[in-house]
């Protein structure tokens, strides 16, 4: 019940295409929805979070959109460039404390 | 912008030693925790500490695995006997009071040959 499922497990966009990855939750108890971004050799970092009270959140050309009632969330990636190839993790925090992680999607981006 | 530093990078060890990860945190972060990341796989999570102690643990962090405040600003993992099967990325992350998300540090790579 703890589990995040992540899907793709890789995936490949042309320069300037959308980059969609999805997520899917068990836990209600889940209060908080990260996406990080990790480069190889680096610490995941911060890149979008959304709270389940609100069903879209965009900062740049990043969005999350949220579905509470399918309990599914998703980053799209608008007008996908080669920088921003990495692996994109989604995360679901359990009840304010620890965060439970998706198995990650490889994300190339071809110019 | 504020980091969390993890020392060392990399970390060769043999099966049965035992290696300490440090960590300094975001000097105003409270909420610490450490995390793993076997090759190519998901990030896990290990351990969190509030307060110089424990808030909640993994299934992962077994009797071989402790952490600790030793000085009020490193916070270090220990792994008393190394195994084969730790051999992973280990990531060091922080939380201010009030905030959402993680700060990560770049992690140590851990190798047990």
């Known amino acids: 019940q703890q589990q995040v499922k992540q899907s793709p497990q890789s995936l490949i966009v042309q320069k300037g295409g959308i980059s969609i990855i999805n997520c899917a939750y068990e836990n209600t108890a889940f209060d908080y929805f990260p996406w990080y971004q990790q480069f190889p050799g680096k610490g995941p970092a911060l890149l979008i979070a959304i709270r389940p009270d609100v069903s879209e959140k965009k900062e740049g050309r990043f969005t999350i959109s949220f579905n509470k009632s399918a309990k599914q969330f998703s980053l799209h990636i608008m007008d996908s460039q080669p920088g921003d190839s990495a692996t994109y993790f989604c995360a679901a925090r359990f009840m304010g404390n620890q965060f439970y992680f998706g198995t990650g999607t490889s994300l190339t981006v071809i110019p | 912008e504020p980091e969390v530093t993890q020392t060392p990078s990399h970390q060769v060890t043999q099966m049965g030693q035992e290696v300490i990860l440090r960590c300094v945190p975001i000097s105003n972060h409270l909420y610490f925790y450490w995390y793993r990341q076997i090759l190519g796989q998901k990030v896990e999570f290990l351990v969190s500490?509030?307060?110089?102690?424990?808030?909640?643990k993994s299934e992962i962090f077994d009797d071989q695995f402790s952490v600790e405040r030793p000085d009020g600003s490193n916070f270090t993992l220990k792994i008393r006997s190394t195994k084969l099967e730790d051999s992973a990325m280990y990531f060091c992350?922080?939380?201010?009071?009030?905030?959402?998300?993680?700060?990560f540090g770049s992690g140590t790579r851990l190798t047990v040959v």
């Open positions: 500490f509030y307060n110089n102690e424990i808030s909640e």
């Open positions: 992350a922080t939380r201010g009071t009030g905030e959402n998300g993680y700060t």
